[in-house]
């Protein structure tokens, strides 16, 4: 079974400083993980994306994260806050099992990032 | 182009109304699903159709019935809605159903907000 643990609820930082949002994941299988952003009443957005190649992945907006194995984390990170960065980020974690109804995506609870001007 | 579009973007109903929300995408995606999201709260699947087929229906409560007309359309029909089903409902697809690759990745609508009085 798979999971996905957010370690933070809320994290806040000022504009032009350092994000970081945790993430750590539960997978018995190779997993797929993901990070959406989703800002106020908005849908989600894709920020990127790891399937089983590079463990660095760049995203949109300046955005990556790293995908530890060893430490079963998927770490989001940005050099440099936006105001714009303000909104609710989503790990999400899939195990890609075909055939098994495994469509599934295991969402964690969210971490609402705030910047502060 | 990854766009999901969803109509309509608000909608209000009476307990005793019929009401449908509509999907479409013109990615070529053959997986499509619905997710309802209440707030400050991660989407949780509802329906995931493969091929025009329904493949998972998460114990949905009947007054939700979903229907995939075509490949690039996903209907949600409301019949008798409580107010506790107040929600965003999220539309999403993807390229194929999980394997652990690239067509795994699901693309987000902006979402219709739903309010049963």
């Known amino acids: 079974a798979q999971s996905v643990t957010q370690l933070d609820s809320h994290v806040s930082v000022s504009e032009g400083t350092p994000v970081l949002l945790r993430c750590n994941y539960s997978?018995?299988?190779?997993?797929?993980l993901f990070w959406y952003v989703q800002h106020p009443n908005k849908g989600l957005q894709l920020l990127l994306k790891?399937?089983?190649?590079?463990?660095l992945v760049k995203g949109i907006n300046g955005f990556e994260a790293e995908f530890k194995k060893s430490e079963t984390s998927f770490h989001l990170t940005k050099p440099s806050a936006h105001m714009s960065d303000a909104a609710e980020y989503f790990c999400?974690?899939?195990?890609?099992?075909f055939g098994f109804g495994n469509e599934k995506l295991t969402f964690g609870t969210g971490t609402r990032l705030t910047i502060i001007p | 182009d990854t766009e999901v579009t969803q109509t309509p973007k608000h909608l209000v109903m009476g307990m005793t109304n019929k009401k449908s929300l509509k999907c479409e995408q013109h990615?070529?995606?053959?997986?499509m699903y619905w997710y309802k999201q209440k707030a400050k709260k991660p989407p949780e699947l509802m329906f995931v159709?493969?091929?025009?087929?329904?493949?998972i229906n998460e114990s949905v409560p009947s007054r939700f019935s979903p229907e995939c007309p075509n490949s690039s359309l996903l209907n949600l029909h409301l019949h008798a809605l409580q107010p506790e089903d107040s929600a965003l409902y999220l539309c999403?697809?993807?390229?194929?159903?999980?394997?652990?690759?690239?067509?795994?990745?699901?693309?987000f609508g902006p979402g219709t907000r739903l309010l049963v009085l």
């Open positions: 999403a697809s993807s390229q194929d159903r999980a394997g652990g690759t690239e067509e795994e990745t699901q693309y």
């Open positions: 997978s018995s299988y190779s997993p797929s």
């Open positions: 790891y399937t089983s190649a590079a463990t």
């Open positions: 999400v974690v899939s195990e890609g099992l």
């Open positions: 990615m070529g995606h053959r997986a």
């Open positions: 159709y493969s091929y025009e087929k329904l493949s």
